[in-house]
């Protein structure tokens, strides 16, 4: 133990020794509630915890004063292994997430004013607990990753996993669309692409001149919401996890105080700064503009794709056909228009997921549509890149909502039986952990049916 824990863990046991009562319920500032190994669970802790779900309108099972503590008790044991471990999350991944969480909570609870008055901190400490949270997540969830490691399965043992469950246990699949799409991008006018590039060219002088910063002109101008809010900054980004484009131009930077030329991603038109590079992953910030699509444009491509609609349903040439020739959607092109659910790796989507992986516009068309049915020409905002363009598509299939059978939902029932077999890991993990960890609980703490019993030691 270093220095500075063993102070700190005295004074706690000091604090939970004499706690409320040598002071007075009433009168205590703050109060040690649990000690694990050598860190302590504060009631401010606690209370901090029932206020973040409270707002989140999380229901608990049981007595939140029971269930807070041992969660932030199951969290210390997975960092203190970390601590072990050595295992770390970079700063710009906290940094990420904190300003994303902040802007969330002023989103939702109306004004920085009004955040502060409902935590009852000044948005300076807000951010700091928020920075300790989401560290902690971060490494818990590194760690718990390296307990579980790689779980491989049979499709034997997902039959067999499912074969002894009872029939009111076998989950209800939602109903799932198959779902081929064309889109056209209406056309933009030469004169506005050149609007966006000399705004984005002004934006650079003004940088180099000193007049501004990159930083300012993000957060007043940039249209990408995400990193709008932290000054167009993103965190430690791999190649792979951007726009080819886009790649091509930040890992080709090497002075973090040049301004990249004006250039085009599938987003739209940028100007970025290198900030940092580390490895194979690189810190950047950018000012993303997209041109403004005009009302005629829109028009044209929506009249061509009704006489593409048109020419299919009379048999001129298949869907398929057109989706691969015609579509200008290139990640369904090769595959004849057909959507693919990123997250199930299959052909299928619920229509929640349609409409957040896809998009809103597109799951209303297909909510009313006949299997084999061709929509009408329609607009929508692509979730992906935020762009407005045209489309018409196909109900390939519906498979209407059913009880999980292995020959229909094998892939979903492998990730149950998967999620299981990692959550029985990480329980016996943590019944072990439990068993070498010094652990002490303020009295007044202990009436608990606790979920995991191993906390007090007999």
């Known amino acids: 133990m270093n220095k500075c824990k063993f102070v700190r863990t005295c004074v706690c046991l000091l604090l939970l020794c004499v706690g409320a009562s040598a002071y007075g319920q009433d009168n205590v500032i703050d109060e040690v509630v649990w000690v694990v190994g050598d860190e302590a669970i504060l009631k401010s802790d606690v209370e901090n915890e029932r206020l973040n779900a409270q707002y989140e309108n999380r229901r608990f099972e049981g007595d939140p004063y029971c269930v807070i503590p041992e969660e932030l008790a199951v969290q210390k044991l997975f960092l203190h292994q970390a601590e072990i471990d050595s295992v770390v999350v970079s700063d710009q991944e906290v940094l990420q997430q904190v300003e994303a969480r902040t802007a969330w909570l002023i989103d939702q609870i109306g004004s920085k004013e009004k955040m502060e008055e409902y935590y009852n901190k000044t948005s300076t400490q807000i951010r700091e607990m928020l920075r300790e949270n989401i560290r902690d997540g971060l490494t818990v969830q590194q760690m718990q990753q390296k307990i579980v490691g790689d779980i491989k399965l049979t499709p034997a043992e997902v039959r067999n996993y499912f074969s002894k469950l009872p029939q ?120 993303l503009i997209k041109p403004k699509v005009d009302e005629k444009d829109i028009n044209a491509a929506l009249s061509r794709l009704d006489s593409i609609a048109d020419d299919i349903r009379k048999e001129k040439f298949s869907f398929d056909d057109a989706a691969t020739w015609i579509s200008q959607d290139k990640d369904t092109r090769n595959n004849h228009g057909l959507l693919a659910n990123p997250q ?82 990480l329980q016996k993990w943590i019944v072990d952990k439990q068993k070498s960890t010094y652990v002490r609980i303020n009295p007044n703490w202990r009436n608990c049916d606790f979920k995991y019993p191993g906390w007090i030691k007999k």
């Open 168 to 287: 009111d246990s076998i989950p209800f699949v939602p109903t799932q669309v198959e779902v081929q799409i064309i889109t056209q991008e209406p056309k933009i006018p030469e004169e506005e692409i050149e609007r966006v590039k000399a705004q984005l060219r002004e934006f650079t002088e003004r940088i180099n001149k000193g007049e501004t910063t990159f930083s300012t002109l993000a957060r007043f101008y940039s249209e990408d919401p995400g990193s709008a809010r932290r000054g167009g900054e993103f965190g430690f980004t791999g190649r792979g996890e951007l726009d080819p484009a886009f790649a091509n131009v930040i890992f080709n930077m090497t002075d973090n105080k040049k301004i990249s030329k004006v250039f085009e991603s599938e987003y739209g038109y940028h100007i970025a700064q290198l900030i940092e590079k580390r490895g194979d992953r690189v810190s950047f910030r950018h000012i």
């Open 344 to 425: 199930t790796s299959t052909s299928r989507f619920e229509m929640q997921q349609l409409a957040g992986l896809v998009s809103q516009d597109l799951a209303k068309v297909v909510e009313g549509m006949q299997i084999g049915e061709i929509s009408k020409p329609f607009t929508m905002i692509n979730a992906k890149n935020g762009k407005q363009v045209c489309a018409i598509v196909k109900l390939k299939n519906r498979i209407d909502g059913h009880k999980a059978t292995i020959t229909e939902d094998y892939q979903r029932l492998k990730s149950i039986v998967t999620a299981k077999r990692s959550e029985e890991k």
